[in-house]
């Protein structure tokens, strides 16, 4: 073993050995228990960064913690390949999106595989080989033939420059995020996934995700959003034949009397009927309709109505009738796009009846107060009691749940409407208008309508000779790919020209995993030994949408046959993981401009931060690694300064997995310190006599025991910080012992297996230098004996007038008064004492002695 650590030498040589003996290839095993670990696969940007080290690292210690345990591990990598970002890049730089996605996907690979991770790249895809995307389609067919795909109009975020329909994250201030264009609400036929049917069940089965954060299963909770209400129909006056009645689903028809209006979305049938005759109601829709469809984006955006001159007869007081609006903060794809505004008790319809003066009558009041002019509406929650001063619940103080439950009876009973409970979750559209996606499988006949491609011509693959010259999508001016024969009547047909959501391809990868090269989307063998996955690790920005849409195509792939029931639920652990920051370094040009900077551009010092030329460099504290703020760090050059289990140990060591680490350079070297440290430590007991002895026997045992006991246990319960502390401090007791050379190299191969999770290329040179058989990556993992456990010492605190001043082990059964002698005699409280007399010694068994002098 050489004296010097070099990890440059022994991270290339451990990990040629462990591709050679296979040893992170996936076996099913029937005779051992599995375990599928995965963590969420990364966007094929070009560069890794230290986040992803953290990611990947977070999942490399469990997979091989778990292999070491006698399991079968499943621990696969892909890449989520298809998106906007690579026909930005073809539309901004030239070239191609497959070629610009699968160029980075080189690079990254070649980023991540000095890491040492365990994982199995005999299985690595990417969600744009056609080998992939070829069984999405297939299962799109599966579940169209099932009722769970259909098409419908929808309204949708439009952009008129780019001429593609927007998520509504690529909505921002009511643009389009690349072309800075207003963005308009356009009806469009769209298809969508059926996964409203399944809100219900989606919801009921959080309950049973007890190994998921709670935090991510309300957020879950929150969005399907589960309420119950009232639905019930407006009698009108003066409305277009056909609207003899206006439906309005509400969660609070307590508040029923305090209505001094309805309103409509600018996209409901009545505003349609009424735009086609009337220019000046035309425009205002046309106005309205430019604007996000998302409630967030409603909420904030000024509230705008138009009076439609329709009225509408209120159910409880019919001589009494209210206006109705086309209001623009109102969603057609929520309740039924109609709504009764009362302004009292909802701010928006505040602000609402503010503009157009309409009346403000309170329904409730707090308890004990007095109606009077409001400033704002008044809007308590609904478990809080408050004085009911008009309407269906008058002079009775009640919750909100309580009156609700009221108002829901007195509608029954009186015949004009019915409690429903609702969910928030719409149904998924999954209609992208461009190219870079999974083509959907399906040609428009002019005579047949919709024909389902046939599975013996899937994959329908994307044309690559396509130009991103023009706004809009390449495959709508593609004739020789688009123009086609019908499948069932070989009549002149048209291919459908939208592709996939990407959440459509993130929503199964793990499930491919299991039989990636299948012709068929998985194979029951396959996917009953593996799944589920075990323990899936991601980002919390992942913890609505990815997730839930996850667990929907679980359910629809448990339908049409390609999961077992029991993968319903596709994910039995989630761990969310912490961002990796760092200070953000900048100047400013001479227009005052903000110019950022790389760490590796900037000096550092006790002082401040200056460039390599002098310039003063403003510090701006500790945030999320960005690449526009350019404080990322570059793994690569970590790894060539002080190697991948630096690296790794540091992601893991600083702080809980779940909150965020800052990267420090002053933190990466005193981790290769201590590292170099541990090896000089094994290349000094490799060189012991083999014939030394020592007292300490015994004690390094016993330290021995305790240390695979605390990083077992540390591991286990994802407390990797704590694993390595308790490392820290094995290391620093087999320094200082004393024992018989095979206890201390006994001592040393344990402390290289229970490093090897985090640190595996130092393991496997430990393993090795102190005598392991095979490689450390394949020994079973070290076991406590629980005898060495059992500690017949214990270690008493010694306070001297209530201040600490010394400790003492003695024996558990000491008698008190043996105690209080080897007390005043340690030569520390001798010191303190100083001749004084001691008035009183109070030893309490197990815990403190309190000298009293």
């Known amino acids: 073993m050489s004296s010097r650590y070099e990890p440059s030498v022994i991270e290339t040589k451990w990990q040629s050995a462990w591709d050679e003996a296979g040893v992170f290839t996936a076996k099913a095993d029937p005779a051992k228990p599995k375990y599928y670990v995965l963590e969420m696969f990364p966007y094929p940007s070009g560069r890794i960064h230290m986040g992803h080290v953290r990611n990947y690292t977070m999942g490399d210690v469990v997979a091989r913690y778990k292999a070491s345990c006698g399991f079968s591990v499943l621990h696969p990598m892909g890449w989520d390949a298809f998106g906007m970002p690579a026909e930005n890049a073809a539309m901004e730089r030239g070239g191609h999106p497959r070629d610009w996605t699968y160029g980075n996907i080189a690079d990254m690979k070649a980023q991540m595989k000095p890491l040492g991770l365990s994982i199995d790249w005999s299985r690595e895809f990417a969600t744009c080989d056609p080998e992939y995307y070829g069984q999405q389609q297939a299962m799109f067919l599966d579940m169209l033939e099932k009722g769970l795909v259909y098409r419908k109009a929808a309204v949708v975020n439009w952009d008129p420059v780019d001429m593609t329909v927007l998520a509504n994250e690529q909505v921002i201030d009511g643009k389009g995020w690349r072309s800075g264009a207003a963005v308009e609400r356009r009806e469009l036929t769209q298809w969508f996934f059926r996964i409203s049917d399944m809100a219900g069940d989606l919801l009921d089965s959080l309950d049973g995700l007890t190994h998921w954060p709670e935090k991510v299963r309300l957020m879950q909770a929150n969005w399907i959003g589960k309420s119950r209400g009232l639905q019930f129909a407006f009698e009108t006056v003066g409305a277009p034949e056909g609207f003899d009645r206006l439906e309005v689903y509400t969660t609070r028809p307590d508040t029923l009397m305090g209505a001094s209006f309805a309103g409509i979305s600018p996209d409901h049938p009545l505003a349609k009927a009424l735009e086609a005759q009337d220019p000046k109601i035309a425009a205002f829709v046309a106005e309205a309709r430019r604007g996000g469809t998302t409630e967030e984006a409603l909420q904030t955006a000024e509230k705008l109505g138009m009076d439609t001159g329709i009225r509408v007869k209120h159910p409880l007081d019919p001589a009494r009738e209210l206006p109705v609006y086309i209001a623009n903060f109102i969603l057609m794809d929520y309740g039924t796009g109609a709504i009764f505004g009362c302004p009292a008790h909802d701010q928006r319809d505040f602000e609402f009846a503010s503009k157009y003066g309409l009346p403000i009558p309170s329904v409730f009041v707090a308890e004990g107060a007095q109606e009077a002019p409001l400033a704002e509406a008044f809007t308590p929650a609904k478990s809080e009691p408050v004085q009911y001063i008009r309407g269906v619940v008058t002079n009775r103080v009640m919750t909100g749940d309580e009156a609700l439950a009221e108002a829901i009876k007195l509608a029954e009973d009186k015949g004009f409407g019915q409690g429903v409970t609702k969910f928030r979750l719409r149904d998924w559209g999954l209609s992208r208008q461009r190219y870079w996606g999974c083509p959907i499988p399906v040609v428009h006949c002019p005579a047949c309508g919709v024909v389902p491609e046939k599975k013996e011509n899937l994959p329908v693959e994307l044309p690559y000779d396509v130009s991103f010259d023009k706004p809009g999508n390449p495959l709508d001016r593609h004739p020789s790919w688009r123009d086609v024969a019908c499948p069932n009547c070989g009549a002149a047909a048209k291919r459908e020209t939208d592709t996939m959501d990407t959440f459509v391809d993130s929503s199964w990868y793990y499930a491919r995993f299991t039989s990636p090269r299948a012709q068929t989307p998985t194979v029951a063998a396959d996917a009953d030994y593996w799944m589920n996955v075990d323990q899936y690790i991601g980002g919390i920005e992942h913890a609505i949408l990815h997730l839930l849409y996850s667990r929907f195509f679980a359910r629809a792939m448990n339908e049409t046959g390609h999961l077992p029931a029991r993968s319903r639920e596709p994910f039995e652990a989630l761990f969310t993981q912490g961002m990796v920051t760092h200070e953000i370094y900048k100047t400013t040009d001479d227009k005052g401009r903000p110019v950022w900077h790389l760490p590796e551009e900037v000096i550092r010092t006790d002082e401040g931060a200056t460039l390599k030329d002098g310039t003063p460099v403003e510090?701006?504290?500790?945030?999320?690694?960005?690449?526009?703020?350019?404080?990322?760090?570059?793994?690569?050059?970590?790894?060539?300064?002080?190697?991948?289990?630096?690296?790794?140990?540091?992601?893991?060591?600083?702080?809980?997995?779940?909150?965020?680490?800052?990267?420090?350079?002053?933190?990466?070297?005193?981790?290769?310190?201590?590292?170099?440290?541990?090896?000089?430590?094994?290349?000094?007991?490799?060189?012991?006599?083999?014939?030394?002895?020592?007292?300490?026997?015994?004690?390094?045992?016993?330290?021995?025991?305790?240390?695979?006991?605390?990083?077992?246990?540390?591991?286990?319960?994802?407390?990797?910080?704590?694993?390595?502390?308790?490392?820290?401090?094995?290391?620093?007791?087999?320094?200082?012992?004393?024992?018989?050379?095979?206890?201390?190299?006994?001592?040393?191969?344990?402390?290289?297996?229970?490093?090897?999770?985090?640190?595996?290329?130092?393991?496997?040179?430990?393993?090795?230098?102190?005598?392991?058989?095979?490689?450390?990556?394949?020994?079973?993992?070290?076991?406590?004996?629980?005898?060495?456990?059992?500690?017949?010492?214990?270690?008493?605190?010694?306070q001297i007038n209530g201040k600490r001043r010394a400790e003492i082990s003695v024996a558990k059964d000491l008698p008190a008064p043996e105690v209080e002698k080897l007390a005043l005699a340690h030569e520390d409280v001798v010191k303190f004492l100083a001749g004084n007399p001691v008035k009183k010694i109070i030893v309490v068994p197990g815990r403190i002695i309190n000298v009293v002098a």
């Open 619 to 798: 510090i701006i504290p500790s945030a999320k690694m960005s690449k526009s703020k350019k404080n990322v760090v570059d793994p690569m050059n970590i790894i060539a300064a002080y190697g991948a289990d630096t690296a790794r140990w540091f992601v893991m060591s600083d702080s809980p997995p779940e909150r965020d680490v800052e990267w420090t350079a002053a933190g990466a070297e005193a981790t290769h310190k201590h590292l170099s440290r541990v090896w000089s430590l094994c290349s000094r007991i490799g060189t012991m006599p083999a014939d030394h002895t020592g007292p300490g026997d015994t004690d390094l045992r016993k330290a021995t025991a305790r240390a695979v006991e605390e990083v077992t246990r540390s591991i286990e319960s994802f407390a990797f910080n704590k694993a390595i502390a308790g490392l820290y401090a094995f290391t620093n007791t087999i320094a200082k012992a004393d024992a018989s050379t095979p206890v201390m190299k006994e001592a040393m191969r344990t402390l290289g297996q229970l490093m090897s999770p985090m640190t595996p290329h130092i393991a496997e040179s430990i393993w090795a230098y102190q005598g392991g058989q095979g490689l450390c990556a394949r020994a079973p993992w070290p076991k406590a004996d629980p005898a060495l456990l059992v500690d017949d010492t214990v270690t008493l605190p010694i």
